[in-house]
C-alpha cells in the first residue's frame, strides 16, 4: 500500500502558504487542544515519548533535548528555529517553508508553550528569499488572528516570533554558531558546556529545532504516538544506544538522477528505491557508482561494494539513522541523497567537496582552518595531473585528526569535512591511484621534471 504524504499532504494546493487554507485543512487545531486540554509538562511528555529525533543532521531525541531546560528559571527562555539550511543538495526546509510555512508555526507555537518560551527567533538561510517572505507572510498573518501576541485566545500565553536572516554562511547550521549570529556576532562556535539549553541566545537557556522536526511536532500532537511509531524503523535490540528511527522523513534527492526531487516516506527507506522509484533511475541509462546518503558531510557510499555477509551492496542500505554508518558514513545527516553516476571522476568530486568546506571553515579552530586548506591543496594538485601516492595516506591521516570527534576542534564541521574525504580514498583508492599514474605518464610524456613519482 503506497505511503499516504503528511508533512508533504499540503505541499501543491492553492495557496497553500495562507492562514485560510491551512485553518481549512484542520490547522492550529492540535495547538488550541493544547493550550485547553494540557500542561507545558505534558506536551513536553507527548514529544518525548513519540521518539521523535531531531531532523537537522545529530537525530538527538527532541523531547529529550527540551527537558534540558533548567527547572523553574525565572526567564526569559527562548526557541531558536533553525533554518540555515546550507548543506549542499539539501532544500527539504525550504520547500515546507516556501508552501506550507503555518505547519512550521503551528510547531514553534506548541514547541514554545511546552518549554515556556515568549519569543522564538526563525533563523532563515539569507539565500532564501522566497521562503523568507513567505515565513514573513504568515508570521503577520497570525498576529491579525490573534495567535501571536499576548494573550493568545484568552489562555494567558504569550508568544513573538521573530523573523531573521542569516548572512550566507554555513557555519550558521552550527547551533552556536546560529546564536552567535543572532547575537550580531561573528558566528563562531562556541566551546561546550555550557548547552545552549542552559546557557544559549543573549545567554539565556535556549532551544534550537529544526523546521522539519518542528513540522513533525505539530503532526505529534495532532495524530498521536501511535501513529508516529507506526512508522519508521524501531530500535535495534543489540544496539543498546539505538533509540529508533521513527516517523516520516523528508528526502531530497539530487545529482545525477532522471527527476531530482523531495519526497516524502516512512524511515528507512533504502538508497537504490529511493533513487530507482522515486528519482527515476540515474541519468542517461548509466549507473550510480557513489551516493552522499545525507549531505556532502556524510560520506560516500560505494555502491558496487558488498555488504559483509550479503548479496546486498551499500547502495540497498536503509536511510534510518544507524544505516549509512554501518558502511562507514557518518550518518544520515539532513538525508539529502546525492547520486554520482559511473563516468564522473571521483577527484573532480572531492575536488568541489573540499572547496566547499575550506571556503565554509571559519577559522576560529587551527586544525580545521588549516586541514580543509591543505585538503583542497592535495586534491587541487592531484587533479591537475601533479599527485602522488603518497598524498592519498596524507589526505586519510589528516581527515581523521580533525574534528569534534578526535577532540581538536569546538564543532562538526572539520569532521563533516574528513568525512567525504577518508570514505573516498578509502572507499575508491584504485581510482585515485589510476589518476596519480596517468598524471605522472602524462609528464613523463610532455618532458616535465617528476618529482615523487612512484
Not at 323 to 339: F, I, K, S, Y
Not at 353 to 365: A, D, L, M, P, Y
Not at 379 to 385: F, L, P, S
Request: glycine fraction near 12%.
Amino acid at each position: 500500500m503506497p505511503y499516504e504524504p503528511v508533512l508533504l499532504a499540503r505541499v501543491g494546493k492553492p495557496d497553500s502558504h495562507r492562514l485560510e487554507g491551512y485553518r481549512a485543512d484542520g490547522g492550529y487545531a492540535a495547538f488550541e487542544r493544547a493550550l485547553k486540554e494540557k500542561q507545558p509538562a505534558d506536551v513536553v511528555t507527548q514529544v518525548k515519548d513519540s521518539g521523535l529525533r531531531g531532523r537537522g543532521g545529530a537525530g538527538f531525541p527532541t523531547g529529550l533535548k527540551w527537558t534540558f531546560l533548567p527547572k523553574d528559571h525565572p526567564g526569559p527562555v527562548y526557541l531558536c528555529v533553525n533554518a540555515d539550511e546550507s548543506e549542499p543538495c539539501t532544500y527539504n526546509n525550504r520547500i515546507l517553508m516556501e508552501k506550507d510555512p503555518h505547519q512550521v508555526l503551528e510547531g514553534i507555537l506548541l514547541a514554545c508553550y511546552a518549554i515556556k518560551a515568549r519569543t522564538a527567533f526563525y533563523y532563515v538561510r539569507y539565500e532564501y528569499g522566497d521562503a523568507y517572505r513567505n515565513c514573513q507572510a504568515a508570521v503577520d498573518e497570525l498576529y491579525a488572528a490573534g495567535l501571536l501576541g499576548k494573550n493568545i485566545l484568552n489562555s494567558g500565553f504569550d508568544l513573538d516570533v521573530v523573523m531573521h536572516r542569516g548572512a550566507g554562511a554555513y557555519i550558521c547550521g552550527e547551533e552556536t554558531g546560529l546564536i552567535e549570529s543572532l547575537e550580531g556576532k561573528r558566528a563562531w562556535p562556541r566551546i561546550k558546556p555550557p548547552f545552549p539549553a542552559v546557557e544559549g541566545a543573549f545567554r539565556k537557556p535556549t532551544i534550537v529545532n529544526n523546521v522539519e522536526t518542528l513540522a513533525c511536532v505539530t503532526q505529534i500532537m495532532r495524530r498521536g504516538n501511535d501513529w508516529f511509531k507506526s512508522l519508521g524503523v524501531p530500535p535495534d535490540p543489540k544496539n543498546p544506544r539505538d533509540a529508533g528511527s521513527y516517523g516520516p522523513k523528508l528526502y531530497t534527492l539530487a545529482g545525477h538522477v532522471e527527476k531530482p526531487v523531495c519526497v516524502e516516506l516512512p524511515m528507512g527507506v533504502t538508497i537504490r528505491d529511493l533513487v530507482e522509484t522515486h528519482g527515476g533511475g540515474v541519468w542517461k541509462g548509466r549507473k550510480a557508482k557513489a551516493v552522499n546518503p545525507g549531505g556532502l558531510s556524510m560520506g560516500f557510499v560505494d555502491c558496487n561494494a558488498k555488504l559483509k555477509d550479503s548479496d546486498l551492496t551499500e547502495y540497498d542500505i536503509p536511510l534510518d539513522f544507524n544505516g549509512p554508518g554501518r558502511v562507514q558514513c557518518l550518518g544520515l545527516g539532513t538525508a539529502a541523497v546525492t547520486v554520482i553516476d559511473d563516468q564522473t571522476s571521483m577527484v573532480d568530486v572531492l575536488h568541489n567537496v573540499c572547496q566547499f568546506f575550506s571556503h565554509e571553515s571559519c577559522g576560529q579552530c587551527t586544525p580545521c582552518r588549516e586541514g580543509t586548506g591543505w585538503m583542497l591543496k592535495i586534491v587541487d594538485r592531484m587533479r591537475r595531473g601533479l599527485g602522488r601516492k603518497e598524498d592519498l595516506d596524507i589526505l586519510v591521516d589528516v581527515a581523521d585528526r580533525i574534528g569534534i570527534m578526535p577532540g581538536t576542534t569546538i564543532c562538526g564541521l572539520a569532521d563533516g569535512a574528513g568525512w567525504p574525504v577518508k570514505t573516498a580514498v578509502r572507499k575508491f583508492r584504485g581510482e585515485f591511484e589510476a589518476a596519480i599514474r596517468a598524471g605522472t605518464r602524462s609528464r613523463y610524456a610532455k618532458g616535465l621534471e617528476v618529482v615523487g613519482a612512484h
